[in-house]
């Protein structure tokens, strides 16, 4: 119904940036949350940062000021803009939305399949 697919992970230094874009498609009537989780080796995966349709955003205490989300409503894209990565940062990024489709009333998450970034010298 909804489908989101990632890009932009990969390797870097510590210190370094990269940004994540994550495009959602499919048959989409409405998406109101869209955003950023990850999941860390040997850990549970946890909040990095979200954004509502109407542009407030929530950030873990980890990645604030640091890591800047944002949106192109237009697009069904969301970005995940990371500066001042470090080691700790290494993990399988998931992108997130909170959405309708066309064909179900209902809202239901949506995941994308995950994209890895390894913050390493």
């Known amino acids: 119904q909804v489908q989101l697919v990632e890009s932009g992970g990969g390797l870097v230094q510590p210190g370094g940036s990269l940004r994540l874009s994550c495009a959602a498609s499919?048959?989409?009537?409405?998406?109101?949350?869209m955003g950023w989780y990850r999941q860390p080796p040997g850990k549970q995966r946890e909040l990095v940062a979200t954004?509502?349709?109407?542009?407030?955003?929530d950030y873990a205490d980890s990645v604030k000021g640091r890591f800047t989300v944002s949106r192109d409503n237009a697009k069904n894209t969301v970005y995940l803009q990371m500066n001042s990565l470090k080691p700790e940062d290494t993990a399988v990024y998931y992108c997130?939305?909170?959405?309708?489709?066309?064909?179900?009333?209902?809202?239901?998450?949506?995941w994308g399949q995950g994209t890895q970034v390894t913050v390493s010298s």
């Open positions: 499919g048959s989409i009537f409405s998406i109101n949350v």
């Open positions: 954004i509502i349709s109407g542009g407030n955003t």
């Open positions: 997130y939305a909170r959405a309708r489709s066309t064909v179900a009333i209902a809202w239901r998450d949506y």
